[in-house]
């Protein structure tokens, strides 16, 4: 079992709707979480931190449910420039520090 | 510089041959990682480095990868006798803390390193 699950999609969406996309991690032990936004053909980049109480930042609402190890962000009124990759990422303790790991990604297009 | 720099950009090598890839982090940062991604994969950890503490070098899938980093400054990812299934993006990124459980990465745009 992978360390951090995502759907890969593609979720293919029209400009203006919600779409929603699911994490899930295998270490209960994890720490921090996080979503990166990777664009194609470039580097990953911090989208927002996943809060156990949930956060918002504009159109984007991100859940962390430490329970059921799972993780999620919500993309509302999306528009053509979201369309990225969304990574999750989990860190995680290693001998004293904590290492980023990263979910493959799950693929986003926003169409007109 | 303003963000996380890495060299080269493109790098094409013959099967078999030993490449070197380098990174500067962001000034202050005392943590640096290198991770490699293949075309349509996740992002593989491979190396992590902490101030001058040893390297977590957990990721490092064989004896053919090693990495160096000099004080906080510049890292050396180095590939000896490259495979094809080396082909992939690497990724560097650093971060400004210590290992902290809420380490944000700050990523360079990679080097594309393609093995004939």
């Known amino acids: 079992r992978k360390e951090v699950e995502q759907d890969p999609g593609p979720f293919n969406v029209p400009e203006g709707a919600t779409v929603a996309f699911n994490c899930t991690y295998s270490?209960?032990?994890?720490?921090?979480f996080f979503w990166y936004r990777q664009d194609c053909r470039k580097e990953p980049k911090l989208l927002m931190s996943?809060?156990?109480s949930g956060n918002e930042d504009g159109r984007f609402t991100a859940q962390l449910n430490r329970a059921s190890q799972y993780i999620s962000l919500l993309i509302r009124d999306s528009k053509l420039s979201d369309s990225a990759t969304y990574l999750c990422?989990?860190?995680?303790?290693?001998?004293?520090?904590?290492?980023?790991?990263f979910g493959r990604g799950t693929s986003l297009i926003v169409h007109p | 510089g303003a963000g996380v720099s890495q060299s080269p950009s493109n790098k094409v090598t013959e099967k078999g041959k030993d490449v070197e890839l380098r990174c500067d982090p962001i000034?202050?940062?005392?943590?640096l990682y290198w991770y490699r991604q293949r075309l349509g994969q996740g992002l593989e950890f491979l190396i992590y480095?902490?101030?001058?503490?040893?390297?977590?070098k957990s990721g490092l899938p064989s004896d053919r990868f090693s990495a160096e980093r000099t004080g906080e400054s510049v890292s050396t990812l180095t590939i000896q006798r490259t495979q094809q299934e080396d082909s992939a993006v690497y990724l560097c990124?650093?971060?400004?803390?210590?290992?902290?459980?809420?380490?944000?990465?700050?990523f360079g745009s990679g080097t594309q390193l393609s093995v004939l």
């Open positions: 990124a650093s971060s400004p803390g210590g290992g902290e459980a809420n380490e944000k990465l700050f």
């Open positions: 270490n209960s032990a994890s720490q921090s």
């Open positions: 996943v809060y156990s």
């Open positions: 990422v989990v860190n995680t303790a290693s001998g004293g520090s904590y290492i980023p790991t």
């Open positions: 000034s202050g940062h005392t943590a």
């Open positions: 480095f902490q101030g001058n503490s040893a390297p977590d």
